[in-house]
């Protein structure tokens, strides 16, 4: 039995996943890979990485300042804008806590366009999906929210998560690694942590628990899931990473997304210790 077969049980119509290992090959998959769906949130890992291209080709800084007084782009990727979940008045000073942002997102996004010049859905596809060869991947709407891919695409995004080619070492480990990382906060659909570290774009597991990922994952987890029942993670302890892509929103689920999420990521992480 195969650590994705568990996915045949979860409440949803359609469910595609794969595991990808460091190397980028495909250990194990489910589904059909080139079905398309809405990724919800794990958009912003994507947005994370094209702001980390911008940084690098000089176009904008990570400390240029972006909306309330003091707040920065880093401020936005890493969810400490001081910004809510919708709506461009804050509700909190930069810096001071970890307030999950789609508006944070999009006025990073927004920022980006005014350095370049470029939409930012042209900015994402010249300088990620079009690299990486993701032919079935399309923002759809919000920055925050609004890409469409496929199974394929995203493990290959994965792969690049984990031996970056489009930034430098230094640029790929910005986008992963803790930014304010004492700032306590809420994981929407998860739960409240006294320290709920975050990277640009992309969530941090750290010593949070419960939480989505699994209990075997390493602190050095990072990724995201999605409102639409997605879910992805890079493992770089247990050397690899997985993708689910569902196509129902997990507040709709008739079980928890979180806890099925977890016992899948468990397993997941076992397949991958067992192939080193």
Not at 13 to 33: C, K, L, M, N, R
Not at 101 to 108: C, D
Not at 228 to 234: N, R
């Amino acid at each position: 039995m195969g650590a994705l077969d568990q996915i045949a049980e979860w409440p949803v119509d359609t469910a595609s996943a794969a595991i990808v290992d460091a190397a980028g090959e495909v250990v194990e998959q489910h589904g059909s890979v080139d079905s398309e769906f809405r990724l919800a949130s794990l958009t912003k890992v994507f947005v994370g990485w094209a702001a980390m291209i911008a940084v690098e080709e000089g176009g904008i800084a990570l400390d240029h300042l972006v909306g309330q007084a003091g707040c920065t782009l880093e401020h936005l990727l890493s969810h400490a804008g001081g910004y809510p979940f919708e709506g461009r008045e804050p509700v909190s000073a930069p810096g001071e806590r970890r307030i999950y942002s789609n508006t944070g997102i999009e006025l990073a996004a927004e920022v980006i366009v005014e350095a370049t010049g470029l939409a930012f859905e042209d900015y994402l596809d010249d300088g990620v999906l079009g690299p990486l060869g993701l032919r079935h991947s399309e923002l759809r709407g919000s920055v925050a929210h609004g890409l469409w891919s496929t199974v394929d695409d995203v493990a290959n995004f994965l792969f690049e998560l984990q031996q970056p080619t489009l930034l430098s070492p230094a640029g790929a480990a910005a986008v992963v690694q803790p930014h304010y990382p004492d700032l306590g906060g809420i994981v929407p659909g998860v739960g409240r942590f006294e320290e709920c570290p975050w990277g640009l774009g992309a969530e941090i597991r750290g010593a949070k628990w419960p939480h989505w990922t699994g209990r075997h994952n390493s602190q050095q987890t990072f990724g995201h899931f999605g409102g639409s029942g997605t879910m992805m993670w890079v493992d770089p302890v247990a050397g690899g990473a997985v993708v689910a892509l569902t196509d129902r929103p997990f507040d709709q689920w008739s079980t928890s997304p979180v806890a099925a999420w977890s016992r899948l990521s468990d397993d997941v992480v076992a397949v991958l210790e067992a192939a080193q």
